[in-house]
């Protein structure tokens, strides 16, 4: 019930800045909208892009496609929608992640703050640490406590560098004195 209120809320915010960009440009008249996913498909980005798209097509009247552009932890296809035509017929859907990525990296081919503009949010979506049952832990305090016995530590693995995911569990083993490798 809360998420479909968030996903109509959001379709409502993004097809009113939409038409209010159709009705001050001349040159919106684009035959479909591009929601560039820059993650495989199958994961909450996407699937909540497919959500939002279903949703915004009636109300734009044109056909809106979901393209994954999977890769770099998501800089190819945010790359993609920074060197797109600003006409408002390109969206990137991302996560706000993307506001640690100069930090993340040392080299960025767009400024996401000053080459994208936020049009507003999608939801929120939960992050959980599993293990397979085989690891000898079944809590969190198991699993540091894992990491220090080994002196290789635990792998562990995200969906990209630099991603809340990646950043939260190296900050959790910092704080812990744990030792976590990443493995993408």
């Keep these: 019930m809360l998420r479909e209120r968030v996903v109509r809320s959001f ?13 001050f440009g001349a040159d919106y008249d684009c035959p479909r909208v591009t929601m560039i996913v820059p993650y495989p498909a199958g994961g909450a980005t996407d ?29 190819i296809g945010t790359l993609a929608v920074v060197n797109a035509k600003p006409d408002g017929c390109t969206l990137l859907v991302n996560a706000a992640v993307i506001a640690t990525f100069p930090s993340s990296f040392s080299k960025l081919a767009y400024d996401p703050i000053k080459d994208l503009t936020a049009v507003g949010g999608i939801g929120i979506t939960p992050t959980l640490l599993v293990a397979a049952k085989s690891v000898p832990a079944d809590d969190l305090k198991g699993l540091v406590q894992l ?9 562990f693995s995200t969906a ?24 993408v």
Excluded: C, W
């Excluded at 990209?160 to 490798?181: I, N, T």
């Design 11 to 23: 379709v409502v915010l993004l097809a009113a800045g939409l038409t209010t960009t159709a009705s």
């Design 147 to 155: 990491s220090k016995q080994r002196a290789e530590g635990l792998n």
């Design 160 to 183: 990209g560098y630099g991603l809340l995911q990646h950043l939260a569990v190296e900050e959790m083993a910092q704080r812990a004195g744990a030792k976590f490798v990443h493995v």
């Design 47 to 75: 699937v909540a892009a497919r959500l939002i798209a279903d949703r915004l097509e009636p109300l734009l009247k044109k056909s809106v496609v979901v393209e994954n552009r999977a890769g770099a932890t998501g800089n």
